[in-house]
């Protein structure tokens, strides 16, 4: 039975000039009833503030590198800052008064998720559905009904589920983790992160494709995005940068350009998620720039194996400033602890038809398992005289700083160990802006880095529907949010008070500015006139792609000529190629010659340069630009190996290498023409759990062939399990055929007589030794040793 809420108490009589909200006496209350509580408290709080005191710190120099926090009064009584008089008039709704400084729509994460474990199906308005099977109708075969409330809201919903994608990172995979600070950096900057040694702090990471739309590929050529979001103590910190280090544009200006030609052509929308066509690279060969990015993108960087396994770096040159007011430059590294690894190009294209979701879900696969991914944060730090005697501008962000001029210093670790309870509302809602920074870290005048502080905020804004995305749950800052924002589409907070403004007296000046306990920009002088332009030092584009291609590994380098054929193969107009190759040849000659070749063309004139006397390098290789050099710890943990199967075959030893290789941590799958029993020749029953079909070879990163003539005379018959084979040779990895395994080989002709090819371990029987040989040769990942061109299978 339904009650009354009781009644609030009145202390006698109200007078009820007190009560109206248009007028009010000259002469404050005398009584003590609610309304003049309210009216007199009100008044006197306006009053302590007879002026403001904080207008004459608005002004001059020391005022503005050093601001004041702001006035600020406490009243006699909460409800001089109250909304309304009868807040304390609870329901299950409202429950009580609003809680004096909190914020309750704060950060944490569990205050929105819902579970609906051995509940009833209800509408969006807590209405049980009785029957979710069936519109309503006039009759078993009449009409349906207008008035069918439940079937409206539910495809109306359904009708508006999605949200504009982004421009351009629109395919991406987050998870949950935390930052872990290595030692205090006190000395060098303020930002939270780096306060104690030790100091954890939780973040939210997503990677992602840049070109292609939602539902592209994961495998596709192209820079992936890798931005970390820091929930610190002082407000969100959001690192958002790439896996490569540099960037195609050295201004803002030319993003949306960058942007429409990498695109699919607008008159025909192809292709999807590549580069390898007409506009791009019409755009980049007018833009020599570009040229050192390019570097990148045709190398193995571009096709990760995992996003376990890739780099991030922070692209632009950044500021630590610490409490003193000192400053530093920085540049952010995060170096995977599992080794940079990469696919493949032919491996890369054959994953994408067999699993276009293979990056998700290695790192969902990853989490759910307990392999946590992790990466060590390092910077390169340096002083504003050390940027100015480099041969290249630090305000580039076509340039990087080599490691022999300033070496990377760890600074701390990053573990991702929990993947999201909803896509949707998390990795696709989440909202990465270069903007959001906190005390401790500033900007340079990067003039690509300004057209993203102002870019980020525009495109969120459009994306999630206006205003306050910044209160979607994913999102929200662990620091309290206090301010005068208001209004706005998807408003979540529900302010107490009826004053939304600074300065004020009615709430006794609250919220107040912070002074230098906020944050204060870094001073940095700023004299010039106002124009459009570069620095000369920007007009220098070859140095530093000559530096990449140098310090590549033979067959890296390999692989970046082949990269340049196949994207220029798909180019149809021949004067493009030719200025890209002209452009290369400023590079390296090996390059442009290779490029050529492959393109069966005569090498045309170097593009004749932008500056006339163009600065020399300081260096000329760096090792540490070569995958090669990051191989991590040689463990295979999480190493997906794929062990075939069939009837027949020798179940022992199949056995012992799969628990041997379980034991290191590997992930075996048993792979057969179908899913279900095998018998081994033993008697033994092996379940295979994937076919030759369904998780083809390029989904693996090594293989068994296991022993028994009967069995792989049944594998040998089947040209999926000879296709399987050859791709594991030919991708280069590690491969071990035990007994009459090798019989598959000679029927796949796979060369393997003179058992030393490399990364292929051909044994006759199962031992530790030839256990650990083939993990050890797992640990490498590739082989590219055997590697020829063209594919010797």
Request: hydrophobic fraction near 40%.
């Amino acid at each position: 039975m339904a009650t009354r809420p009781p009644k609030n108490p009145r202390q006698g009589p109200v007078p009820t000039a007190f009560i109206n909200t248009d007028s009010g006496p000259a002469s404050g209350p005398t009584g003590n009833s609610e309304p003049e509580q309210f009216a007199g408290g009100r008044n006197a709080t306006a009053a302590a503030r007879p002026y403001n005191r904080t207008k004459e710190t608005e002004y001059g120099l020391e005022h503005a590198r050093h601001p004041v926090a702001g006035e600020s009064v406490e009243p006699p009584s909460s409800l001089v800052t109250a909304s309304t008089l009868s807040e304390s008039n609870a329901s299950a709704k409202t429950e009580g008064p609003a809680v004096e400084g909190l914020n309750a729509a704060s950060g944490e994460l569990s205050r929105v998720r819902a579970d609906s474990s051995g509940q009833m199906l209800t509408t969006n308005q807590g209405v049980r559905v009785p029957n979710n099977q069936d519109s309503l109708k006039a009759g078993l075969r009449g009409p349906a009904l207008l008035k069918d409330f439940i079937l409206r809201e539910k495809l109306t919903h359904f009708d508006h589920e999605r949200i504009p994608e982004r421009v351009v990172h629109a395919r991406g995979s987050g998870a949950h983790g935390y930052f872990e600070c290595y030692k205090a950096l006190t000395d060098l900057t303020a930002a939270a992160p780096f306060q104690e040694t030790g100091k954890i702090t939780p973040v939210f990471v997503r990677f992602s494709t840049v070109a292609g739309e939602r539902g592209s590929k994961d495998t596709a050529r192209d820079v992936r995005g890798f931005a970390v979001k820091f929930y610190t103590d002082e407000g969100i910190w959001d690192l958002v940068g790439n896996n490569m280090p540099v960037f195609f544009i050295q201004d803002a200006m030319k993003f949306p350009d960058l942007v429409h030609a990498v695109k699919p052509e607008p008159h025909h929308a192809m292709p999807q998620a590549a580069s390898a066509h007409d506009t791009f690279w019409d755009f980049v060969s007018l833009m020599p720039e570009s040229t050192h990015m390019l570097m990148w993108q045709m190398s193995d960087r571009a096709i990760p194996r995992s996003y376990r396994m890739m780099q991030g770096f922070g692209v632009h040159t950044f500021r630590f400033v610490n409490n003193a007011g000192s400053s530093v430059l920085v540049k952010f590294h995060w170096s995977p602890m599992l080794g940079t690894h990469s696919l493949v190009w032919d491996e890369a294209v054959k994953i994408s038809g067999a699993d276009p979701d293979f990056h998700r879900r290695d790192l969902w696969e990853a989490i759910n398992s307990g392999n946590y991914p992790e990466w060590e944060l390092g910077v390169q730090i340096f002083t504003e005289e050390q940027a100015d005697a480099f041969s290249f501008d630090v305000l580039d962000s076509t340039k990087i700083v080599p490691e022999e001029l300033v070496p990377i210093t760890p600074i701390g670790r990053m573990v991702l160990n929990r993947n999201p309870d909803n896509f949707f509302a998390e990795t696709e809602q989440v909202a990465f802006c270069t903007a959001h920074v906190v005390p401790g870290i500033d900007f340079t005048n990067d003039p690509l880095l300004a057209g993203r502080i102002h870019s980020y905020i525009d495109t969120q804004i459009t994306r999630l529907g206006g205003p306050n995305f910044h209160e979607l749950p994913i999102n929200t800052p662990l620091a309290p949010v206090h301010n005068n924002q208001r209004d706005g589409m998807h408003r979540q907070a529900i302010h107490r008070g009826g004053v939304s403004y600074e300065p004020n007296s009615l709430a006794g000046g609250c919220p107040f500015q912070a002074g230098m306990q906020g944050f204060v920009p870094f001073p940095e002088p700023v004299k010039g006139d106002e124009l459009r332009g570069k620095p000369e030092k920007f007009g220098e584009h070859y140095n530093q792609a000559a530096l990449f291609f140098n310090s590549q590994t033979e067959p890296e380098q390999r692989h970046i000529i082949s990269a340049f054929a196949f994207e220029l193969s798909k180019v149809t107009v021949p004067a493009v190629r030719e200025r890209i190759v002209s452009m290369l040849r400023n590079v390296s000659e090996v390059l442009a010659s290779g490029v050529a070749g492959g393109l069966g063309m005569a090498l045309p004139e170097p593009m004749p340069l932008a500056i006339a006397n163009p600065p020399a390098p300081e260096v000329q290789t760096s090792p540490a630009l070569s995958l090669m050099a990051r191989p991590g710890d040689g463990r295979i943990a999480t190493r997906k190996i794929a062990v075939l199967v069939a009837d027949d075959i020798a179940g022992a030893t199949t056995q012992a290498v799969a628990d041997a290789l379980i034991a290191a941590g590997a992930v075996v799958r048993l792979v057969g023409s179908r899913i279900g029993p095998c018998t081994a020749d033993d008697g033994l029953v092996l379940d295979a759990d994937a076919t030759l079909e369904n998780s083809p070879s390029p989904l693996f990163d090594g293989m068994v062939i296991p022993d028994g003539a009967v069995g792989m005379e049944a594998l040998a018959a089947d040209g999926r399990a000879l296709e399987f084979v050859r791709d594991q040779f030919r991708h280069s990895k590690a491969m071990l055929a035990l007994g009459a395994g090798s019989l598959l080989l000679d029927a796949a002709g796979i060369p393997h007589n003179a058992r030393n090819v490399e990364g292929l371990l051909v044994s006759d029987m199962v031992d530790a030794s030839s256990a650990d040989s083939f993990i050890q040769a797992l640990g490498k990942h590739r082989h590219f040793g055997r590697e020829t061109d063209p594919p010797a299978a």
